[in-house]
C-alpha cells in the first residue's frame, strides 16, 4: 500500500512526488510514455523562477532524479481504472494494481490532432507535431503550419530558417500568439498567410504531398503543394478512462480549482489536466505542491 | 555491446549488409524524446541478443537521414536481410521496442 499513487510523471506529477515524499509520506507515480511529459518537447525554458536558460529534456530529467532520490518510484505503467473504496484507492494499471490512501491526478495534456483522415498514418511520412524535432527534415522544402497559437507562430518562425517556403493555415482572421512574434513572422519573405481556412485534406499516396484547404467565408477549396505539415492547433486533455471517477468539463478536463481537489475525496488533480486559465511550467509545479500536501494532509 | 555509430560510410557494411537484424535509431541532439530514448537503446545494445542496435546522428549524417525517408524523429527503423522491415516514430517504452525486433 502506497500513501499517494501519482498518475502522470510529467512536472505537476513529479513536483507532488517531491512534496508527497519530503512531508515523509511514501509516492508511486505511475507514467504510460516517458517522464518529463509535454515540457522535453522544447528546447529552451527561459520563464521558469530561477533558471535562466534550460533545455526541456535537462530541466524534466533533474526534477525526475530530484523526485526519485527523495524516494519517490516512478513505473511506466498506463493507468487505466480507478476504485473508490472509501478511504482505499485502487488504481488498476495494463500491468497490475496497486492501492493506496489518497491519488493525484497529473495526466497532463497532449497534442490536439487535425482529425482528418491520413494524419495517423502519415505521422513520421510528412506530418508532425514538433517543429524543433523535425524541420531540419525539411531544409529548402515548402511546409504548412496548422494554427494560431504561440506554438504554431513559433513553430513557423523557427521553420522559416530551414524552409523554401512555410504556409501558416489559421481558420481564424487574427493570431492568439504573442503579436511580437508575429509581427517577426510577417517581416520573413519565405512565408505565406492563409487566413479563415481549414486543411479538409492531405495528399499523398505514401507521404505528404499536399493539403487541400478550404476557406471558411468563401467555401472554395484549393490544393498547396508542401511535403510537411507541422500541427499546432493546441493541446487537449487525455482523462476519459476517468470520467465515471471525477467530474469533468466539457473539453475534458477536470474540474478543479486552485486547491486542486476534485468532487471526490481524496482524489486530487495537477497541472494541464485540470480546469484553469493559465497552463505554465510554474503552475503545474504550483499544483503539484498543492495537491501533494492537500493530499498528505488526509491521510494523517 | 554499446549502440554502432552509424554513418554513410559504414552504414552498409553495419546495416545492409549485416547477417542479424539491426534496430537502428535516427536521433538528434536538439530534440528531447530523442534524448529520452538514447539510454534505453543502449540498454538495449547491451543486453542484444540475435540481433544488433546502431544509431546515426542525423544532424550529422541528414544524407543517410533522407536517403531512408526519415522526417520525424526518434525514428526506430528495424533492418533485416537489407531491408526495412519495420518503423516506429516518436517516444516509446523498451518493451515496445524489444517488440518491433522480435
Redesign the interface.
Known amino acids: 500500500m502506497f500513501d499517494v499513487i501519482i498518475v502522470g510523471a510529467g512536472p505537476a506529477g513529479l513536483s507532488a512526488g517531491i512534496y508527497t515524499v519530503r512531508s515523509g509520506k511514501s509516492a508511486l507515480i505511475l507514467e504510460g510514455?516517458?517522464?518529463?511529459g509535454q515540457?522535453?518537447?522544447?528546447?529552451d525554458i527561459e520563464n521558469y523562477p530561477g533558471i535562466k536558460n534550460i533545455?526541456?529534456?535537462e530541466f524534466?530529467t533533474g526534477l525526475y532524479e530530484q523526485a526519485t532520490s527523495l524516494g519517490a518510484e516512478v513505473k511506466?505503467e498506463q493507468a487505466v481504472s480507478i476504485e473508490d473504496k472509501g478511504d482505499i484507492k485502487i488504481v488498476n494499471t495494463e500491468q497490475g494494481s496497486y492501492e493506496c490512501k489518497a491519488v493525484i491526478l497529473a495526466t497532463g495534456a497532449k497534442n490536439r490532432p487535425l482529425g482528418i483522415e491520413k494524419e495517423k498514418e502519415f505521422?513520421?511520412?510528412?506530418?508532425?507535431y514538433?517543429a524543433?524535432?523535425?524541420g531540419?527534415?525539411?531544409?529548402n522544402k515548402d511546409v504548412a503550419v496548422v494554427g494560431g497559437g504561440n506554438t504554431a507562430i513559433e513553430d513557423a518562425l523557427f521553420l522559416t530558417n530551414y524552409c523554401n517556403k512555410v504556409y501558416v493555415i489559421h481558420r481564424r482572421d487574427t493570431f492568439r500568439a504573442d503579436p511580437k512574434d508575429v509581427e517577426k513572422l510577417k517581416s520573413k519573405d519565405n512565408v505565406e498567410f492563409v487566413m479563415n481556412s481549414t486543411v479538409e485534406k492531405i495528399l499523398g499516396e505514401s507521404?505528404v504531398e499536399g493539403i487541400e484547404i478550404k476557406d471558411k467565408n468563401t467555401k472554395e477549396t484549393k490544393n498547396i503543394n508542401v511535403s510537411?505539415i507541422f500541427v499546432a492547433v493546441g493541446q487537449e486533455p487525455d482523462n476519459q478512462m476517468f470520467s465515471d471517477l471525477v467530474e469533468l468539463d466539457e473539453s475534458g478536463y477536470i474540474i478543479a480549482k486552485e486547491d486542486c481537489m476534485t468532487n471526490v475525496k481524496g482524489i486530487y488533480t495537477a497541472g494541464d489536466c485540470r480546469t484553469k486559465s493559465v497552463r505554465q511550467l510554474t503552475t503545474a509545479a504550483a499544483d503539484g505542491a498543492v495537491a501533494a500536501l492537500a493530499a498528505c494532509a488526509i491521510i494523517d | 555491446m554499446a549502440a554502432i555509430v552509424l554513418n554513410k560510410d559504414n552504414f552498409e557494411a553495419e546495416v545492409l549488409n549485416s547477417d542479424v537484424p539491426v534496430l537502428v535509431d535516427f536521433s538528434a541532439s536538439w530534440c528531447g524524446p530523442c534524448q529520452m530514448i538514447a539510454p534505453i537503446i543502449e540498454e538495449i545494445a547491451d543486453e542484444a541478443e540475435g540481433f544488433k542496435v546502431g544509431k546515426v546522428e542525423t544532424s550529422e549524417e541528414m544524407d543517410l537521414a533522407l536517403e531512408y525517408k526519415v522526417s520525424s524523429i526518434p525514428c526506430l527503423v528495424v533492418f533485416k536481410g537489407g531491408k526495412e522491415v519495420k518503423r516506429s516514430v516518436g517516444f516509446i517504452q523498451k518493451p515496445e521496442i524489444l517488440e518491433l525486433v522480435k
Do not use: E, L, M, Q
Open positions: 510514455k516517458s517522464y518529463g515540457i522535453i518537447n522544447t528546447p533545455s526541456g529534456f524534466a511506466y505521422v513520421g511520412y510528412g506530418i508532425s514538433c524543433t524535432c523535425d531540419a527534415f525539411y531544409r507521404s510537411g
